[in-house]
């Protein structure tokens, strides 16, 4: 079964400092995958996505993240991050009749 | 424009009780999801509208009931509500089916006393 593993339940990352939130899925072709942030008491935006293609994605907000099969793994980044940027991360991969399988999270603490 | 919008934002209420979630959207996307999200943070997806008809309807008691009148509307309703139905439900939006979700309401909280 797909399944997506977000290894690190929080990363404290200090204002202006480079961030990778790490994302591992498991899966056997090429997979549907997501990041998804909720800031606090808020809803889910869609970040990123990639389907296909480049392996190096560009998103909303300054984030990119790489697909790299060898490792299965689709990491976020960010060179610099801001206070607003504290948030709650989540990586998604689509299953079968396009749900979304999701990770479970990662809080994202800014220090100033 | 809030592009997702869900009332009401807490829901307080017995066991034993109905209740409904509503849901809009205002971006003119064709597919709408239940989501819920339980105290893991795990969001699970319940189901799923497509142009006002049913496309995914996951493991989900009887007791739910979704409605989409038109596309821009998906509610949620709860019969004999359940300790275990405590959580956020989240309800989502996205251009159509095969694309996910882009745009997500604010959230219900929903306690059961």
């Known amino acids: 079964a797909q399944s997506v593993t977000q290894p690190d339940i929080h990363i404290t990352v200090s204002e202006g400092a480079s961030l990778e939130l790490r994302c591992n899925y498991s899966?056997?072709?090429?997979?549907?995958l997501f990041w998804y942030v909720q800031s606090p008491g808020q809803g889910l935006q869609l970040l990123l996505k990639y389907f296909s293609g480049d392996t190096l994605v560009q998103g909303i907000k300054g984030f990119e993240a790489e697909f790299k099969r060898s490792q299965s793994s689709f990491n976020l980044r960010k060179p610099s991050v801001h206070w607003s940027d504290a948030a709650e991360y989540f990586c998604a991969t689509a299953g079968s009749n396009y749900q979304l399988i999701w990770g479970a999270g990662t809080k994202l603490i800014i220090k100033p | 424009d809030t592009a997702v919008s869900q009332t009401p934002k807490y829901l307080v209420t017995q066991m034993g009780n109905d209740k409904s979630i509503k849901c809009e959207q205002n971006?003119?996307?064709?597919?709408m999801y239940w989501y819920k999200q339980d105290s893991k943070k795990f969001l699970k997806i319940m189901f799923s509208y497509n142009n006002k008809e049913l496309i995914i309807n996951e493991t989900v008691p009887n007791r739910f009931s979704p409605k989409s009148p038109d596309k821009a509307h998906l509610n949620l309703h709860i019969n004999s509500l359940e300790l275990g139905d405590s959580a956020v439900y989240f309800c989502a939006s996205s251009l159509g089916e095969g694309q996910p979700p882009q745009h997500f309401g604010d959230g219900t909280r929903l306690s059961i006393l």
């Open positions: 971006l003119g996307h064709d597919t």
């Open positions: 899966y056997g072709a090429t997979p549907y």
